[in-house]
């Protein structure tokens, strides 16, 4: 099993970003999906999750401005980021709860994919 997380790069402060976390393998099911984050010298801190019946969570910080989605027939966990301010920087993580055909439930991580914020 593979995650594979995008959608990062450069935007102004004020603009809009969309990440998405792409799994592939031999995925029997996938349970809790969520995002992370980490801004440099800081600890990894959750963004946002969505469980498998799509009730979703927020950290403060972002509710109201990011939007965490999934699409289950893909695989695919999305987070639409609006109103970006500075402090949404960092180096962002997709976390995936999979069952394969060769483990049970393990939580699987992509790559991590940068969000720069320019003020």
């Known amino acids: 099993v593979q995650l594979q997380a995008s959608g990062g790069g450069l935007v102004q402060a004020g603009g809009s970003l969309r990440l998405s976390c792409a799994a592939s393998?031999?995925?029997?099911?996938?349970?809790?999906m969520g995002w992370y984050r980490q801004a440099p010298g800081k600890q990894r801190e959750l963004v946002a999750s969505?469980?498998?019946?799509?009730?979703?969570n927020y950290a403060d910080s972002v509710k109201g401005r990011f939007t965490i989605s999934r699409d289950n027939a893909k695989n695919t966990l999305y987070l639409q980021m609006n109103s970006l301010k500075p402090e949404d920087a960092g180096d962002y993580y997709c976390?995936?709860?999979?069952?394969?055909?060769?483990?049970?439930?393990?939580?699987?991580w992509g790559q991590g994919t940068q969000v720069t914020v320019s003020s």
């Open positions: 976390v995936m709860e999979i069952t394969s055909w060769a483990t049970a439930e393990s939580d699987y």
């Open positions: 393998g031999t995925i029997v099911s996938i349970n809790a």
């Open positions: 969505i469980t498998d019946s799509g009730s979703t």
